[in-house]
């Protein structure tokens, strides 16, 4: 069974900065894309950056220069480096993850998702 498990959330002031992490665990054949993803109150969740397999980013315009996705694949984790943090990026932070758990059989999951909330 695949689980992710999120850390780093936290209450920090405007233009302050968090690390988010996210480690996979389980029984998987090759993990694919991983992602983060947020939800605001009242909101749809919506991607906040992902970076591929073969290391292709991208991000929400609302974060571009700000927040830095990476992975380590050796260690099955995947990070955010969220700075100059700005009140409207409080939400729930969710961990996203695109495995094989065997060859061929690919499957999305979910981690339980870490609060950030920056004050102003």
């Known amino acids: 069974q695949v689980q992710l498990v999120e850390s780093g959330g936290g209450l920090v002031q405007a233009g302050g900065s968090l690390r988010l992490s996210c480690a996979v665990s389980?029984?998987?054949?090759?993990?694919?894309?991983m992602a983060w993803y947020r939800q605001a109150p009242g909101k749809q969740r919506e991607l906040v950056a992902g970076?591929?397999?073969?290391?292709?980013?991208n991000y929400a315009d609302s974060v571009k220069g700000r927040f830095t996705i990476s992975r380590d694949n050796a260690k099955k984790m995947v990070y955010l480096q969220m700075n100059s943090l700005k009140p409207e990026d409080t939400a729930v932070y969710y961990c996203?993850?695109?495995?094989?758990?065997?060859?061929?059989?690919?499957?999305?999951?979910w981690g339980q998702g870490t609060q950030v909330t920056v004050s102003s």
């Open positions: 970076i591929t397999s073969r290391g292709v980013i």
């Open positions: 996203n993850v695109n495995v094989d758990v065997v060859a061929g059989s690919t499957s999305l999951y």
């Open positions: 389980g029984s998987i054949f090759r993990i694919n894309a």
